[in-house]
Every structure is written in structure tokens, then in C-alpha cells.
């Protein structure tokens, strides 16, 4: 595109002293002289007719198709802006603004060659002066509408600070003073759309989006902006197409093929008119599904768009629209004189009408146009002027120029009136800093003013497409994008009142992966964006109480999470109490146990004066019952909620009966076998074992206990504490030893006198028959000490509340051993078999032997 700007710019001719252009200057579509002659340049066709040449003639001038009716209408509004400044008493009052307007064909080089023009001026010998320099012809140029021949008319531009004020080139790049110093706009930047676009996603929960632009600056730069304000976000782009208008079908149809096979139902589209207008005529083709458009301010708010019914539904943010006062009867009122002299308008006149001016062309067979055609009659984008919102931009940027030369040429005199030189020479460069500082009110009452950057306030509208009640698309308001706004405020919108693709009501669903739910968290699959993923149930003890958590919160160490594992309750607190089955069976057996020594004592009270009552020494006898009885109620103990009393009470109680109880059956089985070795001649042993040592060596052997006790206590007694080791799920609450080494102490202890005795009783087992006390004690002390070697392992492996079920469990088991072994046979004897109860019986076998 450089090769005709380049020469146009640079390579000047000089005849002499004279400087002439290198070629001919191009011709303006509308054109009118004043005092000072603004230029404007727009897109008011859409293509250049393709030429085909032989390299040996000069090229022609260009030649353009494709008339845009709207683009014609942004032209004629810079003329009605212009008339409507020449005939203000407020603004530049008896000067006269002229204008020069050209048309780029959507083609960079046209555009640069109109722009090289109105630097130019149209004159062939332009300066008699051996520099070959001279003062712009315009001091400012209203255009382009698109951002990418912006872009090469600043780079132009630049060097010679002339000012160009854009109604339509949006893309971000133009902000940066560094490359263009001298453009501006009265547009939002791209930069701030793509913002208003990636938060309108968010908003509607669009996780899933397609993306489709324009291969130019408009569409790269644009579509750059949004993808990073879209990652900030949080949202993933499945695709990113992008096309030119120029590019080979099969490029279109390769992006119309990615659009059908997707699976993002929104698509995102940062293309201009001419891009989308390609790209529609193929998805009209195809079967596609319904998708959600969302548009950018290019061609959301076209209407030669509305009568595409695949884009019905669509949203963007548009250009808030506005009122013009006089343009609509403007842009009607065209004379048939202004229509034969220009070649423009009788372009358009023919087009709209479907007429033509010439007689002779009847190949066509339209009707003659006569130039008296009512365009009130026509509804078209130039006709249209219910929405004006690019239109008023124009508006704008011709007054924001005019109101520069005014500040330029024209100071206050006395009272309000001012007084302007309209013979007074402006260079391009003080308009420039004119510009930088303009801030006033237009006639329908917009504000105008630019930033450092040359951009104005940014506000947009939130436009939905709509069908109303007579069939029609059209474009319905529903939301505003301030971003001047403070913070929070700067989107607003009723969501009731869209209507989204398919004539539905409800919002589409747009999503990679459906939410993951409380309870579970995101794992993103592999190979995939983020917004792909799999959910995961939270791993045990963890939880996740919000939709779409990436982590899971481990709960503290007394929670636990409840089945959906969405939030931490607290662990149940697990202990033996008397309500729980085993508790109240081992209650049972306890009480069984209380009875069954108690009526043994009964019985053995009743019969205190019978022979075999005496024989096997009633004193231990009733000492080794209560000491019975004291095992069973200890287990009571060790059943309900640990306390600091409870937790001391069951283990000392426990260790200081039993030992009580195993000291009584010792003390019986020495009375035993003394007894029998007495009764040999000469035996006085029987003196050493009276009553008296037997409760003095029962009191010495429980003392030793309760010494062990009281040390425990004092030392490291046993407390309440919450297991948490045995379950993840629960807390057993239960009593800490303290000291294992006391406890085990107390343990051994027993288990040393059970020793003893068993030895003893051992030792006494060939007593005679009827004398047969010391083989019940070897059968009790034998059940004893099973019982309490297999409740070590038992009691070590056991968790939990077993373990305390385990102790019960050697305690009565224990227990039951020593009263049925020792004491069941005797009752028998009392109750069922009483002529065995007598002296005779009993010392029978002892006489024999002893003869």
C-alpha cells in the first residue's frame, strides 16, 4: 500500500523554481470553499473494482462498488454539521468553514491517496519556492471509519501535526501518543469495549465462548484487548477465527466450519460491516445451530444487519444514540440539480430508487429516475435517523475542529459576542493544541473533550436485538457501560428484558463443564483450558461449601465433614455408656454378678455354724465375697462419660479389690495346705496361720496396692482425653493411663499374687477328695489367669470404647471364675446334698490317710 503514498508523499517534480504533484490529484465526492476548508474521509463504498493493467498507460482513477448507505449518511452529516456552523452566531460567527470529502473504498491506498490530497490541496503547481514546502490546505481531516486506514494516515500525518479526529476507529493502538501524536477520536477506545464485553460475559456466566474478528487492526487489536480481559475473568475461548473480507472462500468456510462443530454456544465477534456482512452470507447456507452473538459496536448496531434472523437475539455494547435536531429533513432535502452534479449522489439516487438517469439504459429495465423521487418514502440506512449514534459522533468531531479554529481565530469583544479574523493564516499544529484542550457542549447538548490520549468519555448501551409485535428486528436498550463511573456502578442493566437467540427468555447455557458442586472441587483435564474439568469429591475429612471451588478445606481437627461434604460438623463423641447394647449387656452381667455373690453370702451366712462352712474358713470366706462383690461394682465404673473422678476411681478400684480378692483366695490356699500338713503328729505349723496373721497378711498384700495407687494418683493420674487416632470420623473419648507404667505396675502386681496362688493351690491338689478346696482355687486361679493373659493382646488391639468393653469383659469374666470355682461347689453341697455337710464327711478321707 506504501508504493502510491510513498511517491505521492516524497518525490516531487521541479521545473525550475516551480513544484508541481507527481500524478493528479483525486476528486472529492462533495466539496464547498470557505475561509477555512475542513477534510473528511469515510468509507462510502465498500470495495474497488478489480483492474486489470497492461503496464504501459498511466492507471485510471480508482473505481469503487458497494455504495454504504450509512457511511453516505456519516458523510452528509459532516456537510449538515458544517451549514449548521456557518449559520451559528455562537461559533465562529462570519466565518465561513468549507469542506472537502473524499471516499477510501475500504482500500488503505485510497485512503492515503485522499488523505496525501487534502494535505496537498488540488492546485497542480502548489509553490514557486526552491524548498517546495507550504502550509496544509486543511487544518484538520474528520475520519477515517475504519482503525486500520486511521492508522496509516496518523503514521502520514505525524511528522506534519496535522490533526485527524476520527468518528470511527476504535481499535486501542491509536491511543498511544508515542506513534500517533496527532489523531484523536470521539469514540470509545476498543480498550474499553473489550473491558464492558469480557464483564458482560462474566455476568451471564458464559464460561465457553467462540471467538471470531477481523484479520486487521480493528479485529486484532480488539479481540486482543478482550481474550486478556476475558482470561482476568476468568473465561475460556475454545476458538479464535479470523478472516478478511479479500481472504479465499475456502478460508471463510474453514471458519464457518469451526463455528458449526463447536461447542461454545456463545460467539464473541470483533468484525467490522464488511467482515460480517462474508461471513453471514455463508453461515446463511449452512444448517447451523443457534448460537448467542455477542457484537462490537461495528456491527451491533447496523441495521442492515437486523434482517439476518440467525443473529436474532444478539447483544453488544453500541454507541448510545442521540438526537440531531434538522438532519433527518437534511438528509431528504437533496435538490435534482445537487443529484445530476454529483456523481455520487446520483449513484445513490439510482440505487435507491432501482432507477436510472439515463434514457438509453434499458438492458436493465428500470425506470427513468427524474430526481423528484420522495426519499421520506424510503426506509434505509440513510433515511434512518431513529438511532443516531456513529452519526452523531461525526457530529462531534466536526464540531470539536470547528470549535479549535474558533478558539484560534475569534476573541471576545464586549458582552458575549465574538469577533473572528476570518482572513487570519491557522497551521495544522495550533489546531492540534487546540484540540488537546477543547472542552464545550454541543447542540443537543453533548459534552465534548478529549483525554491525554485523545479519547473521549466512554459510554456505551447495552443493545439487545429484538423482534417487536409487527415482526420486525429492532434494536431495544437494556443496559448502560459508564466508565467514568465510579467503581461498581459503571454496568447497569435489566436483564428481564432481553431476549435472547431463539426468541427465548431464558439466558443460554455456555459452559465447558457443568459446575461442580458443593462438596466436590475442580481437577482440570489434561490438555484442556481451565474452564475444562472434571468434578471431584472432596478427599475425607475435607469440604468445599462454595459451587466451582479449585481447593477443598480440610476441617479442624474436631469436625468432621457431613455426607455431602459441603460443610464441617462436629465428630460424634463415641464412649461405653449405659444406653449402648453392649453397655447395658455388661451392666447385666454386672448386676448378675452383684446377685449371685450376694446370695452366696446369703447362704453362707445362714449357714455360718455348718461343718463345711467352717472348714474352709468363713472369715476369708465372707472377706473374699465382699471383695467379689466390690469386682463386680467396679465395672460400673468404667461404663459412661470419662471424667477426672471417674477415670482415677475405675482404675485404682479396680487394681485394690482385685488385689483384696486374690489376697483372700491366697490366704485360703495357705490355710489349706497348712491345715493339711498339720495334721500330721508332731506338726505345730497351724499357730503361724491363725486368724490374726490371715487379715494381716490380707491387709499387707492390698496395702502394697494401694500404695501403687495413691502414687499413680499423686504422680500421673489417669484423665479424660479424645482419641482421635482409631477414627477419622469420631472422637472416642476415653481415660488416659497417665502413667502406663503405674498401670502395668498395677497389672503385674495382680498377676504376680495370682501367680502365687496358683502355684500354692498347685502344690495342694492331691489334698484328699473330700477336703477339695485347694482344686476349686487351682480351677479359679487357672480361669483367672487365662483370662487376664488373653486380655492383654485384646485390650491393646482393641479400639475405641472395646477396649474399656474388653477390661469389663476380664473383670467379670474373672470374677464369675473365682465365685463359681470356689463357691457354686459349696452351695451345692449346703443346699442340695446336706448329709455331706458334717464333720465326719469332711474329715473322712484325712483320718484313713493319716492311719
Given at each position: 500500500m506504501w508504493l502510491v503514498a510513498v511517491p505521492l508523499l516524497a518525490h516531487l517534480t521541479h521545473a525550475g523554481s516551480t513544484c508541481r504533484h507527481q500524478g493528479s490529484p483525486g476528486s472529492a465526492q462533495f466539496t464547498n470553499d470557505g475561509d477555512f476548508v475542513v477534510g473528511g474521509i469515510f468509507t462510502i463504498h465498500n470495495n474497488i473494482l478489480a483492474l486489470k493493467h497492461n503496464y504501459n498507460d498511466i492507471p485510471g482513477p480508482v473505481r469503487c462498488k458497494s455504495l454504504d448507505f450509512r457511511e453516505l449518511r456519516f458523510a452528509r452529516a459532516m456537510i449538515f454539521a458544517i451549514e449548521e456552523i456557518n449559520n451559528s452566531s455562537e461559533i465562529l460567527p462570519g466565518v465561513t468553514?468549507?469542506?472537502?470529502?473524499?471516499?477510501?473504498?475500504?482500500?488503505?491506498?485510497?485512503?492515503?491517496?485522499?488523505?496525501?490530497?487534502?494535505?496537498?490541496?488540488?492546485?497542480?503547481?502548489?509553490s514557486t519556492n526552491t524548498s517546495c514546502s507550504k502550509s496544509a490546505s486543511v487544518p484538520a481531516i474528520v475520519g477515517e471509519s475504519g482503525s486500520t486506514p486511521s492508522i496509516a494516515i496518523s503514521r502520514v500525518f505525524g511528522p506534519f501535526r496535522i490533526p485527524l479526529?476520527?468518528?470511527?476507529?476504535?481499535?486501542?493502538?491509536?491511543?498511544?501518543?508515542?506513534?500517533?501524536?496527532?489523531?484523536?477520536?470521539?469514540?470509545?477506545?476498543?480498550?474499553?469495549?473489550?473491558?464492558?464485553?469480557?464483564?458482560?460475559?462474566?455476568?451471564?456466566?458464559?464460561?465457553?465462548?467462540?471467538?471470531?474478528?477481523?484479520?486487521?487492526?480493528?479485529?486484532?487489536?480488539?479481540?486482543?484487548?478482550?481474550?486478556q480481559a476475558a482470561q482476568a475473568e476468568g473465561i475460556c475461548i475454545e476458538y479464535s477465527e479470523a478472516f478478511y473480507r479479500t481472504n479465499p472462500r475456502e478460508k471463510i468456510l474453514k471458519v464457518v466450519d469451526v463455528i458449526k462443530k463447536s461447542t461454545a454456544k456463545v460467539i464473541v465477534a470483533f468484525l467490522a460491516t464488511g467482515d460480517m456482512v462474508v461471513l453471514l452470507r455463508e453461515l446463511s447456507t449452512q444448517d447451523i445451530p443457534v448460537f448467542q452473538w455477542i457484537g462490537s459496536e461495528s456491527w451491533i448496531i447496523d441495521p442492515g444487519f437486523l434482517q439476518y434472523s440467525l443473529l436474532s437475539g444478539s447483544i453488544g455494547f453500541g454507541i448510545p444514540k442521540s438526537v440531531i435536531p434538522g438532519l433527518k429533513e437534511f438528509l431528504v432535502k437533496i435538490s435534482p440539480a445537487e443529484i445530476t452534479s454529483s456523481p455520487l449522489l446520483t449513484e445513490f439516487w439510482e440505487s435507491a430508487f432501482s432507477c436510472s438517469f439515463s434514457a438509453n439504459n434499458t438492458s436493465s429495465n428500470k425506470k427513468v429516475c427524474t430526481g423528484s423521487e420522495n426519499l421520506r418514502e424510503l426506509r434505509?440506512?440513510?433515511?434512518?435517523?431513529?438511532?443516531?449514534?456513529?452519526?452523531?459522533?461525526?457530529?462531534?468531531?466536526?464540531?470539536?475542529?470547528?470549535?479549535?479554529?474558533?478558539?484560534?481565530?475569534?476573541?471576545?469583544?464586549?458582552?458575549?459576542?465574538?469577533?473572528?479574523?476570518?482572513?487570519?493564516?491557522?497551521?495544522?499544529?495550533?489546531?492540534?493544541?487546540?484540540?488537546?484542550?477543547?472542552?464545550?457542549?454541543?447542540?443537543?447538548?453533548?459534552?465534548?473533550?478529549?483525554?491525554?490520549?485523545?479519547?473521549?468519555?466512554?459510554?456505551?448501551?447495552?443493545?439487545?436485538?429484538?423482534v417487536n409485535e409487527e415482526g420486525k428486528a429492532q434494536f431495544v436498550t437494556v443496559g448502560h457501560y459508564d466508565a467514568s463511573a465510579p467503581e461498581g456502578q459503571t454496568f447497569t442493566m435489566n436483564d428481564r428484558t432481553i431476549i435472547w437467540a431463539g426468541g427465548k427468555s431464558k439466558i443460554p447455557k455456555s459452559v465447558c463443564s457443568e459446575s461442580c458442586a458443593p462438596g466436590t472441587r475442580k481437577a482440570v483435564q489434561k490438555g484442556r483450558p481451565f474452564c475444562c474439568f472434571d468434578c471431584v469429591p472432596c478427599a475425607e475429612g475435607e469440604i468445599s461449601n462454595t459451587t466451582d471451588s479449585t481447593d477443598c478445606i480440610t476441617c479442624p481437627q474436631e469436625y468432621w465433614p457431613n455426607t455431602q461434604r459441603d460443610e464441617c460438623i462436629s465428630k460424634p463423641i463415641e464412649f461405653l455408656s449405659f444406653g449402648d447394647v453392649l453397655g447395658i449387656i455388661l451392666v447385666g452381667f454386672s448386676v448378675t454378678g452383684v446377685g449371685v455373690t450376694s446370695a452366696v453370702g446369703v447362704v453362707f451366712f445362714v449357714f455360718r455354724s455348718t461343718p463345711i462352712v467352717k472348714a474352709n474358713n468363713s472369715e476369708l470366706s465372707f472377706l473374699l465375697l465382699f471383695s467379689l462383690t466390690l469386682c463386680f461394682l467396679c465395672s460400673f465404673t468404667f461404663i459412661g462419660q470419662p471424667s477426672d473422678w471417674s477415670c482415677m476411681l475405675r482404675h485404682t478400684a479396680f487394681g485394690i479389690t482385685f488385689v483384696l480378692c486374690i489376697s483372700c483366695v491366697l490366704g485360703k490356699t495357705?490355710?489349706?495346705?497348712?491345715?493339711?500338713?498339720?495334721?500330721?503328729?508332731?506338726?505345730?505349723?497351724?499357730?503361724?496361720?491363725?486368724?490374726?496373721?490371715?487379715?494381716?497378711?490380707?491387709?499387707?498384700?492390698?496395702?502394697?496396692?494401694?500404695?501403687?495407687?495413691?502414687?499413680?494418683?499423686?504422680?500421673?493420674p489417669p484423665f479424660p482425653n479424645k482419641n482421635m487416632k482409631y477414627y477419622a470420623e469420631r472422637i472416642i473419648l476415653e481415660c488416659d493411663l497417665g502413667s502406663a507404667g503405674a498401670f502395668w505396675a498395677v497389672l503385674g502386681y495382680i498377676g504376680f499374687l495370682s501367680a502365687m496362688c496358683f502355684v500354692l493351690a498347685f502344690l495342694a491338689r492331691k489334698l484328699p477328695d473330700n477336703f477339695n478346696e485347694a482344686k476349686f482355687i487351682t480351677f479359679s486361679m487357672l480361669i483367672f489367669c487365662a483370662v487376664w493373659i488373653t486380655f492383654i493382646p485384646a485390650y491393646i488391639s482393641s479400639p475405641g470404647k472395646f477396649t474399656v468393653a474388653v477390661e469389663i469383659f476380664a473383670i467379670l469374666a474373672?470374677?464369675?471364675?473365682?465365685?463359681?470355682?470356689i463357691f457354686i461347689p459349696k452351695c451345692y453341697i449346703i443346699l442340695l446334698q446336706p448329709e455331706k455337710n458334717t464333720r465326719k464327711h469332711i474329715m473322712g478321707k484325712v483320718t484313713c490317710k493319716s492311719l
Open positions: 468553514l468549507g469542506y472537502r470529502i473524499y471516499d477510501s473504498c475500504a482500500a488503505i491506498p485510497v485512503a492515503l491517496k485522499a488523505a496525501l490530497d487534502l494535505m496537498n490541496g488540488q492546485e497542480a503547481v502548489f479526529v476520527s468518528h470511527y476507529a476504535t481499535c486501542g493502538c491509536l491511543s498511544n501518543k508515542h506513534e500517533f501524536p496527532t489523531f484523536f477520536r470521539t469514540i470509545p477506545s476498543d480498550n474499553i469495549q473489550a473491558t464492558a464485553l469480557a464483564q458482560l460475559v462474566k455476568h451471564f456466566g458464559w464460561t465457553w465462548i467462540g471467538a471470531v474478528r477481523s484479520d486487521n487492526d480493528y479485529g486484532n487489536f480488539g479481540m486482543s484487548a478482550f481474550l434505509n440506512p440513510y433515511t434512518d435517523t431513529s438511532q443516531l449514534r456513529v452519526t452523531n459522533k461525526v457530529y462531534r468531531a466536526v464540531y470539536s475542529v470547528a470549535q479549535s479554529i474558533h478558539n484560534l481565530v475569534c476573541t471576545k469583544s464586549k458582552g458575549s459576542f465574538s469577533h473572528c479574523e476570518k482572513d487570519r493564516q491557522i497551521e495544522p499544529w495550533q489546531v492540534l493544541q487546540q484540540l488537546k484542550t477543547v472542552n464545550f457542549t454541543t447542540n443537543n447538548g453533548d459534552r465534548v473533550y478529549f483525554d491525554a490520549n485523545g479519547d473521549p468519555a466512554a459510554t456505551y448501551e447495552l443493545v439487545n436485538w429484538q495357705i490355710v489349706v495346705l497348712m491345715a493339711f500338713r498339720a495334721t500330721l503328729p508332731g506338726n505345730n505349723i497351724m499357730k503361724w496361720f491363725g486368724p490374726t496373721q490371715q487379715r494381716l497378711s490380707v491387709l499387707v498384700f492390698t496395702f502394697v496396692q494401694v500404695l501403687i495407687c495413691v502414687l499413680w494418683v499423686t504422680i500421673s474373672s470374677s464369675f471364675g473365682l465365685i463359681f470355682c
